[in-house]
């Protein structure tokens, strides 16, 4: 197990050193500290760091550069992604920045045609003003893109399952394509979180997270994650973490590493809730066509259920009734509270195309206007089949 001490290479113990994924989330980057034999790791809350001599310091030196706080988170998600180094932000689209960074004018980028409205927003809106170009793709079928590779692409984006489609993209395959163009592969693993699904063993190049959903899982702090074992991206986004300044304060920090420690059972209790609602969901009149990779009839079963271990809290549905009838649906619930975000103890009902998705809104990546999407949480299973019963039969 790791301190929560700078390294001078940032590279993380094995993250298969022999424990399982609990026991990680709970104990690597986590050791009793030093002075005072306390479990928890400290709220290292210091804006500066006392140096012995000039130059001389004990690995910390400014709290943006470092902090043992944010050390330790760190080191924990990145033997859970199984990364030799891990990079934490303020927030997922800072961490999403961040690795966009690593393009230059002129370069391409390839995005899934149903990627998440935040990471179409900042690019389309952003990253095209200083001369980065863009294109969307299924990114569900690796050899059309390998017979339509975009001049000067240099990463490709991908989500896995995507937001809020909940598609599938079969890694290993969109890697071998990715690679043998000389570009990265960049997994979005928000959904399936670490606990189910390691992108890095299956050929992308950096895995990022917003870790204000399940990693953090209570709704009460924002952040940011990259995890990679490739030395040159690690370098890329130390610099940018500390010359942008993105970085998650050590409560931020505290908050997130709390939640990974619970991690593990929260999945475990979210996989097992939402295959129950979709039992309800597949059987309702008031539903059009479910989409959740756990169904058999899902165009992706078969290969989420070869890289995932499990097939995650989100579900979402067309209402059979359109639009009117997805809006009715989303007002009548009573314990899905009605709410962007996704990821927490509590479960979450929303309408895409007009909150988290409404960027996209006239573009190719539009969403459909009977989309209802569930972020599915760990209450008793009975009373959210019962609310969601409820609002469906309205």
Known sequence: MSDTSQN???SQDPPDSGFGFATRAIHVGQDPEAI????TVPVFQTSTFAQESVGKHSGYE??????????????ALASLEGASFGVAFASGMAAEDAILRLLEPGDHVVIGNDAYG????????????VGITFSSHDLGAPSELAENWPAKTKMVWAETPTNPLLNIVDLEALAAVVHANDARLIADNTFATSYLQQPLHWGADAVVHSTTKYIGGHSDVVGGFVATND??????LRFIQNSVGAVPGPWDCYLTLRGVKTLAVRMDRHNSNAARLVELLVNHPAVGTVLYPGLPTHPGHEVAARQMSGFGGMISFR?????????KIIESTRLFTLAESLGAVESLIEHPGVMT?????????????DLVRLSVGIED???????LEHALDS
């Open 8 to 10: 001078s290479d940032r």
């Open 36 to 39: 005072t034999g306390a479990v």
């Open 62 to 75: 400014y709290a943006r550069t470092g902090n043992p706080t944010r050390t330790a988170l760190e080191t």
């Open 118 to 129: 935040g990471t179409f927003r900042l690019i389309s809106k952003i990253f095209t003003k």
């Open 231 to 236: 030395p040159v991206i690690d370098t890329h």
């Open 319 to 327: 209402a059979a009734g359109g639009r009117d009838a997805a809006m």
């Open 357 to 369: 998705h409404a960027s996209t809104a006239g573009s190719p990546l539009e969403v459909p206007d």
């Open 381 to 387: 299973i009975d009373d959210l089949v019962a609310d």
